[in-house]
């Protein structure tokens, strides 16, 4: 009965969105799920930090270059999840950077715990068009004719279910589709703001031995007006201790990852994205690293693995 519950949930949250794709995302977003879901929230049940930089398109001027911040934790009872994100994302004369709080409130289950998130926070757009070098003779174009400089609200939720080997997210965190410029557009089929978008994601850990445990995840991306996006990976983990991964972001890129768990208590990774269009002519690639901190741990103390 419990696993309909979270099933009807899901699906009901999902029945809005069946026409959408995706703005460019981590490709470590397995541990960067607080960037995208509220509702993760203290569902590690210890106080968690992660960094997480990347660069893509290296050689593209004005490419894509984010660094996200974030920490969460849960209550003593572990009823109840808290977590912040701080976040910098530049592309090309834009810059995006704020904070926001996410709630959790987490619900016991026979075999795992399903939480519902909320989040909240406020963030600054600005974008310094007038630097744009443009050919267009005595013709103004409004567009690149005044900077923008603006503080946007962002509300978010999200739900999430996860027991030791398996868990399963749907997410919205911008709910507001805040206006980016300050001019209005005649054309009734664009829309100058942020748009809804919706994640889904999900992984399993299936052990094959002893020493190696293989673990799958999707990540399903979707954005009004657009195809439907998906990152397909697989990991294997070696004695706990160390990943080797691959991933496939549908008609976009092809990258290979690697983690290490250095201590129980820092975890490291990398990854290294390959496009698969035509960029892969006038770029070198993308970068990213991840760096994750746990705290709370009694020295001594033996834990289990936390796979995501």
Do not use: C
């Not at 705290?295 to 936390?306: A, D, L, M, N, V």
Request: aromatic share 12%.
């Amino acid at each position: 009965m419990k696993k309909h519950i979270i099933i009807i949930l899901i699906l009901m949250f999902a029945a809005q969105f069946v026409n959408a794709q995706q703005e460019a995302m981590y490709s470590q977003y397995m541990f960067n799920t607080l960037a995208i879901n509220p509702a993760y929230a203290g569902s590690r049940n210890v106080t968690s930090a992660t960094a997480l930089y990347r660069k893509q398109w290296v050689g593209i001027d004005g490419a894509p270059e984010t660094l996200t911040f974030t920490v969460d934790a849960p209550s003593r009872n572990k009823k109840i999840g808290f977590g912040l994100q701080v976040f910098s994302d530049k592309i090309g004369v834009t810059k995006t950077s704020g904070v926001f709080g996410s709630y959790a409130y987490r619900i016991r289950m026979e075999k795992g715990t399903l939480s519902f998130g909320l989040q909240a926070g406020i963030s600054q757009y600005r974008a310094d068009f007038s630097s744009v070098m443009l050919n267009t003779g005595s013709t103004v174009d409004l567009a690149f004719q005044e900077n923008i400089n603006k503080n946007l609200a962002t509300i978010g939720t999200g739900i999430y279910y996860n027991a030791d080997r398996f868990y399963v997210g749907l997410s919205s965190p911008q709910l507001l589709n805040n206006k980016l410029v300050n001019f209005s557009v005649t054309n009734n089929n664009v829309f100058t703001g942020q748009s809804l978008h919706v994640f889904l994601a999900a992984g399993y850990v299936f052990p094959l031995d002893a020493d190696l445990n293989l673990k799958p995840s999707i990540l399903i991306k979707g954005v009004r007006g657009a195809p439907i996006e998906a990152d397909l990976n697989a990991n294997l983990w070696i004695k706990d201790v160390i990943s080797f991964g691959v991933q496939y972001r549908t008609e976009a890129d092809i990258a290979v990852m690697m983690e290490i768990q250095a201590t129980p208590q820092v975890r490291i990774g990398y990854s290294y994205d390959k496009s698969i269009t035509k960029l892969v002519n006038f770029n070198r690639g993308s970068h990213e690293i991840m760096l994750r901190y746990e705290f709370g741990f009694e020295k001594g103390k033996t834990i289990s693995p936390r796979y995501f």
